[in-house]
Structure formats: C-alpha cells, structure tokens
C-alpha cells in the first residue's frame, strides 16, 4: 500500500499549467509512494496521459468521484 506523500489540487493552477505540475510531481515520487490529486471535474484524459507515458507503472485509485470534487490517489510502483 503506498501512502499519499504529496497532494496536487489542480483547481489552484491554470489549465495550461495543471499537467505540467502533476506530471512534474508524479515523477518526483519515489517507487510506492503516491500523489493526491485534487480536481473540479473528473480527469479522465489525464488518466489517458498517464496510460500513455507511465504503461504499468502506477495506479489509479478514486478517493471521491464528484458530482463537484474528485479525489484521485495515484501510486508508483
């Protein structure tokens, strides 16, 4: 089980900048240990985006799916 080392609330920083800080920070982690994210709407294409770059290295856990907040835990292998 890997523990929440480092919280990301992306409602904090502009669009153009949101991905650029989560992935700065998931690669920051250290194997097991994981991220929160905290989003407004549901990050679906982020986690298309990290399908993409990271295959087999993390997981994705809901914390809190909406209707106005979502929670993500994302944990490195």
């Given at each position: 089980?890997?523990?929440?080392?480092?919280?990301?609330?992306?409602?904090?920083?502009?669009?153009?900048?949101?991905?650029?800080?989560?992935?700065?920070?998931?690669?920051?982690?250290?194997?097991?240990?994981a991220m929160l994210l905290v989003n407004d709407h549901d990050p679906v294409p982020l986690r298309f985006?990290?399908?993409?770059?990271?295959?087999?290295?993390?997981?994705?856990?809901?914390?809190?799916?909406?209707?106005?907040?979502?929670?993500?835990?994302?944990?490195?292998?």
């Amino acid at each position: 089980m890997s523990n929440i080392t480092v919280t990301v609330n992306a409602t904090e920083y502009p669009p153009q900048l949101k991905h650029k800080v989560i992935f700065q920070t998931y690669n920051q982690l250290k194997p097991s240990e994981a991220m929160l994210l905290v989003n407004d709407h549901d990050p679906v294409p982020l986690r298309f985006q990290f399908e993409s770059m990271h295959p087999n290295e993390f997981t994705w856990e809901y914390l809190e799916q909406g209707p106005d907040m979502f929670q993500v835990k994302i944990s490195k292998f």
